[in-house]
């Protein structure tokens, strides 16, 4: 079992920074790709960006050159760096654990960006 606590979700302006960050406990070792999914009002849940374990990240084209993901391993945690934020980057964001024994989703972090 692997469980995924996020954080850091909040309400900002267009323009401005945030940064999500998720710990993971339990069975961290089985873990071979982490992740950030987010789901929209109205929309189905979408790929963020990916960190496979020792493999090349991946980015939805929709956040390339303004998300970067990245991994604290003597903390367990992932983290998603947010910058230059749009009206349209609102949603609920969920970190994922795709591990051997299987894959695991955080509660979510609503991010909210609006004037």
């Known amino acids: 079992q692997v469980q995924l606590v996020e954080s850091g979700g909040a309400l900002v302006q267009p323009g401005e920074s945030l940064r999500l960050s998720c710990a993971a406990s339990?069975?961290?070792?089985?873990?071979?790709?982490m992740g950030w999914y987010r789901r929209a009002p109205g929309k189905q849940r979408e790929l963020v960006a990916t960190?496979?374990?020792?493999?090349?990240?991946k980015y939805a084209d929709s956040v390339k050159g303004r998300f970067t993901i990245s991994r604290d391993n003597a903390k367990n945690t992932v983290y998603l760096q947010m910058n230059s934020l749009k009206p349209e980057d609102t949603a609920v964001y969920y970190c994922?654990?795709?591990?051997?024994?299987?894959?695991?989703w955080g509660q979510g972090t609503q991010v909210t960006v609006s004037s």
């Open positions: 994922n654990a795709q591990s051997v024994g299987g894959n695991y």
């Open positions: 339990g069975s961290i070792f089985r873990i071979y790709e």
């Open positions: 960190m496979p374990t020792g493999g090349t990240t």
